[in-house]
């Protein structure tokens, strides 16, 4: 299409004035420092127009119950502390359009009453929060019913030590399409917590120490999560009666302790979980009464039980994985089976392959009769690594009676897959 | 006894299946150590071969040496000494220089691999006080299979089949009850099932310092709420000591009563 020379001049002027128009705002932020004439945050914001910036310099700000009730964009300059001295809530969010970057927020106060977070976004949209450094919290981040936001780049760090006096680092309550992507979050209760949140995505996030869980869904659906790292978590990431959750390339490790697991599905519905490494786990995968969920080219290395399945699972498929060096590969409570093991890499397989195509002649039986007896009676546990077990391993894998029957890889790969 | 202990010992010592004995836990080590740089997968490595290969090497070394060595029994018996410490410095000798290739195999090693300034030198010491006392046991049932049997392949028999008994089959039982009593609390079963057996007793201890008792659940959380302590310590080195002190009670009532 070709405008004309007029159209154009039109066009030119329209955007010097916007653009001119804009500057002058950007120009002029309200700065917030020790010895200027605006010593608060809140003073700030109570002077503050529609879509003012707020810049604040270093240093050590004693508030709290600040309430940003209008578009602002709030910048810290060097990490200037918000300290809350204990008190309460410190930064709640009311309005749209607010952005909040570079601060170090300190000092939330505990409640058993109510849940003080460092910073809360309630009812809002479109929001950022970004660059933060959050400490000696009870709540982090507490987004309520807020939609279409990012929280990108921040670094929360608790000091939970029991859970029932402890807040979640990231927390999102009715939320829809909110990006939490690029955060470091530790020694909180949950690590991130999503109660009733939808379409959101969690990347590239490194979540480890919590007291609970690295990463918590409760009835959200078609959230994704990728990229991420969970370590040391009492366990690694929990997954409760939600549907159609994305799992991809995430790593779970050193989820390591007596009632410890990498991931924990329940009651979860058609999800994908696909490229992801459990390494060093009790369990790898916990799974109860989840169904069309597909396993797909992840690395399952040196847990104790790989895939723990507690029952009601059907029609699930484990397609492309590899099994290294678990303790169990799977363990099943019933002798009922409707999922689908194929073309995995085991490496407990001892069969061969003649022809030469790659697959085992001999399929493989990855639920061993002794994972099969823990299940009944786990006091029997105690026989662990004792002669007499591999003794019955190796006779149940000549010829199964206990294990389901059908229950087997007709194409276990002779080589570790490598993407 | 102590000179029949030295006779016996200097004449083990001077075995070719001692060195053997000691040359097999040299290497044993010495591969786990520098070819796999896990410690605590080398300790579970060395636990299943402690726990399986050291009694039946007791007992196969305590029934031959037993059987080998009848006519220089014969000989010390005319000579005027209390028959007590006849057998028992052979007894001790046995066990001696066996234990000794195994703490030296396995010890040395470890020591060239810088143990002392590692967190696993508990583990690997409860690795060798267990390997110690396994020793000690079988070598003592196998004196005494070999004093109530005149015939050597009864006596070689016999050994053999405690040997299997505790090592196979008595956790074949035990897993047997274990499921028949499901319907009951089992934490007390268990504990008492392990107790009674040195092999199992040696092999819970020492799946209880590693990182793999976080398998045991529950129940490792009950088993490690006893072991744990030292009181149950205690008890468990108390009930090695038992299994140690029965057989060679024996071997002492039975050798005085005995016609050669």
């Known amino acids: 299409m070709q405008f004309s020379v007029t159209h154009r001049f039109i066009i030119y002027s329209l955007l010097t004035i916007l653009t001119g128009y804009t500057q002058t705002i950007l120009a002029q932020p309200i700065i917030v420092c020790k010895d200027c004439q605006t010593t608060s945050l809140k003073k700030a914001i109570a002077l503050a127009k529609d879509y003012d910036t707020i810049l604040v310099k270093k240093g050590t700000y004693k508030e709290y119950k600040i309430e940003i009730n209008k578009p602002l964009t709030i910048i810290g300059e060097n990490y200037p502390v918000i300290d809350g001295e204990l008190k309460g809530e410190i930064i709640t969010i009311v309005s749209d359009h607010v952005v909040v970057d570079g601060l170090f927020i300190i000092n939330v106060g505990t409640s058993y009453t109510e849940d003080f977070a460092a910073i809360r976004v309630k009812r809002s949209k479109d929001f950022e929060i970004k660059n933060l450094v959050l400490e000696k919290l009870f709540f982090g981040i507490y987004l309520e019913k807020a939609a279409n936001g990012k929280v990108y780049h921040n670094k929360v760090i608790g000091d939970a030590i029991t859970e029932h006096n402890s807040g979640n680092a990231i927390q999102l309550w009715y939320c829809k399409n909110i990006i939490i992507e690029n955060n470091i979050v530790q020694h909180a209760r949950d690590g991130i917590y999503l109660e009733f949140s939808d379409n959101c995505i969690i990347k590239n996030n490194i979540s480890t120490n919590n007291l609970r869980y690295g990463l918590h869904f409760m009835f959200s659906n078609n959230d994704t999560y990728e990229n991420n790292v969970f370590s040391n978590n009492g366990a690694g990431v929990a997954v409760m009666f939600s549907k159609k959750i994305k799992m991809f390339s995430n790593t779970f490790r050193n989820n390591w302790g007596t009632a410890s697991y990498g991931l924990l599905l329940k009651e979860i519905n058609d999800a994908e979980i696909k490229g992801n490494i459990f390494e060093e786990n009790t369990i790898g995968i916990n799974i109860e009464g989840s169904n069309r969920i597909d396993y797909v080219k992840n690395n399952f290395i040196n847990n104790g039980w790989a895939i723990k399945v507690r029952g009601a699972c059907y029609t699930n498929k484990f397609i492309g994985n590899n099994f290294l060096y678990n303790s169990f590969d799977i363990s099943y409570n019933s002798n009922i089976n409707d999922n689908v093991f194929d073309k995995n890499y085991w490496s407990n397989y001892t069969g061969y392959d003649l022809d030469k195509n790659g697959i085992g002649d001999v399929p493989y039986r990855p639920v061993k009769l002794f994972s099969y007896i823990v299940n009944r009676t786990p006091e029997t546990i105690i026989l662990l690594r004792s002669l007499f077990i591999d003794i019955i391993d190796f006779s149940e894998k000549v010829s199964p009676v206990f294990t389901p029957d059908n229950l087997l890889d007709n194409n276990p790969l002779i080589k570790k897959i490598v993407w | ?260």
Not at chain 2, 99 to 122: D, E, R, T
Request: aromatic share 16%; net charge positive.
């Open chain 2, 1 to 260: 006894m102590l000179k029949i202990l030295k006779y016996s010992f200097f004449d083990l010592i001077r075995s070719r299946w001692s060195y053997i004995y000691f040359a097999f836990y040299l290497t044993l080590g010495v591969v786990l150590l520098f070819l796999n740089n896990d410690l605590s997968k080398a300790v579970i490595t060395l636990m299943n071969v402690i726990i399986v290969l050291v009694p039946l090497i007791g007992t196969i070394f305590g029934v031959m040496y037993y059987y080998n060595s009848k006519e220089f029994t014969e000989l010390l018996l005319a000579q005027p000494l209390k028959r007590t410490t006849i057998f028992l410095g052979q007894y001790l000798g046995v066990a001696i220089s066996l234990s000794m290739s195994l703490v030296l195999g396995l010890g040395i090693p470890f020591i060239f691999y810088g143990l002392f300034k590692s967190n696993a030198i508990w583990d690997f010491s409860l690795l060798l006080i267990t390997g110690v006392f396994l020793t000690f046991i079988f070598s003592a049932l196998a004196f005494n299979m070999a004093l109530s049997n005149e015939n050597k392949i009864k006596g070689f028999g016999y050994s053999i089949l405690v040997w299997l008994f505790l090592a196979i089959i008595y956790d074949g039982i035990f897993l047997m009850s274990l499921i028949l009593f499901e319907d009951y609390p089992l934490d007390k079963l268990s504990l008492i099932g392990t107790m009674l057996n040195p092999i199992d007793l040696s092999r819970t201890l020492i799946l209880l310092k590693l990182d793999i008792s976080a398998l045991l659940g529950y129940t490792g959380a009950v088993f490690k709420q006893f072991f744990g302590t030292h009181f149950g310590l205690i008890v468990s080195i108390t009930m090695l000591t038992i299994w140690v002190i029965l057989p060679v009670f024996r071997i002492i009532y039975k050798s005085a009563k005995k016609d050669f």
